[in-house]
């Protein structure tokens, strides 16, 4: 199931939402206004003085968050800890707006668009703008055991706005497992006392997946990290063991250097605008990097491939890098015709064979003027650009 929250107000309460302990739960068009009450932090299941949390490491993806406006908090939004989310048109004053954990259970994607960090006065928290911060990074790096011991080294993608954001401690000289302060289990001995440089160098991952990366900054809006480039999202990762027993980080597959597509399909509405990631195009090819990975586009029928910047403008080639970095879009024609398309890719030497999309289509009547862009699996982000 795919459960949505909708049309929800929540007013001058301590505590806003709790929607721990779920998985695929969305909410949208959401008002959540409360007391000003300070927060407390706990390590058990809820926190009080919360707008909507989300926070505990049980609850899980894919889900959405639209449209949803959190004033009036101490703090507003304690992020997912697991698992793909979208979130869009979110308005935020709080003294902290979004509150970010480290993940542990699995790789985790926060994708946030159109976030407005909106003025204090009118809300309960008006008169403490001096404490106000828009984003907090707040990382637990005591090893978990058994539960997930290569939690530390687990791809984190975190973006609010088009913009990347880094924990502090994904700085290329932190050492996330240093011995004098952690009992090191005998499975995580090769990591341990290890700059997160090292541990690319040794691994191919380190901290959040991998280091800040160049030409970061920060400021006042951010407490505990840097902003940067735009995440690089990487679905070839090596597969973690069983995330409930641990285990050792397997090396990545060895096969045949032909690339081959592993996925292509696409699900939309009539006239609609659907931002492609690597869940609706993939390649599996252990010796190319994504931007050596050149896919063409044959037989389009009933829309076109674009990037972000110029969706009017149809192409027929992309990398999987612009893939994993989800700048393309298909456009739909806005007909009540399902589109068609078939993919080939190569990595400059090899050619895959060509496969023909797996589509779904609802030809069902879209508002003339939605301004909406919606991802294949149904989630939808409003970008008005």
């Known amino acids: 199931m795919n459960p949505v929250i909708d049309e929800l107000t929540v007013w001058n309460n301590r505590d806003g939402v709790l929607l721990n302990y779920t998985a695929r739960l969305s909410v949208r068009n959401a008002r959540i206004v409360g007391i000003g009450a300070r927060t407390n932090l706990t390590d058990a299941t809820a926190n009080s003085g919360v707008g909507l949390d989300l926070g505990t490491g049980i609850t899980d993806g894919p889900g959405r968050l639209q449209n949803v406006t959190i004033e009036g908090f101490d703090h507003g939004l304690i992020a997912p800890r697991n698992g793909q989310w979208e979130l869009s048109r979110l308005t935020l004053r709080n003294l902290r707006d979004i509150y970010i954990k480290e993940t542990r259970l699995g790789p985790r994607t926060l994708l946030m668009e159109q976030v407005e960090f909106g003025a204090l006065e009118g809300t309960a928290v008006s ?19 058994g539960l997930q011991p290569f939690f530390f080294l687990l791809p984190d993608y975190l973006s609010i706005n088009g913009t990347g954001v880094y924990f502090d401690q994904r ?25 997160n440089a090292e541990l690319m160098d ?27 480039a735009y995440p690089r999202i990487v679905t070839l990762q090596p ?25 292509n399909a696409l699900a939309l509405e009539r006239g609609e605008t659907v931002v492609l990631l690597p869940s609706n195009i993939n390649t599996l090819d252990t010796d190319s990097l994504p931007s050596e990975l050149l896919y063409a586009a044959n037989d389009v ?18 990398t999987h890098a612009e893939v994993e970095a989800g700048v393309l879009r298909f456009v739909h024609d806005g007909s009540a015709s399902a589109p068609s398309y078939r993919l080939a890719v190569t990595d400059g030497v090899f050619t895959s064979p ?32």
């Open 171 to 195: 700085d290329a000289n932190f050492v996330p497992l240093p011995s004098e302060d952690y009992d090191i289990e005998d499975e995580l001995e090769a990591y341990a006392d290890l700059s």
């Open 239 to 263: 597969t973690l063991s069983d995330m409930t027993s641990g285990g050792e980080f397997p090396e990545p597959p060895e096969g045949d250097r032909d690339p081959v597509i592993s996925g």
């Open 127 to 145: 008169g403490r703008e001096r404490r106000r911060v828009n984003v907090v990074l707040d990382p637990d790096l005591e090893p978990f055991g």
């Open 301 to 318: 029928r009933n829309g076109h491939f674009a990037r972000f910047e110029d969706p009017g403008a149809p192409i027929t080639t992309f």
């Open 354 to 385: 060509t496969t023909e999309a797996a589509v779904s289509f609802d030809a069902g009547d879209v508002p003339a003027a939605t301004g909406a862009v919606v991802f294949s699996d149904g989630f939808e982000r409003s970008f008005g650009r």
């Open 202 to 228: 040794a691994f191919g991952l380190s901290f959040g997946g991998s280091p800040t990366p160049a030409g970061s900054w920060r400021d006042e809006t951010l407490e505990g990290g840097s902003w940067g």
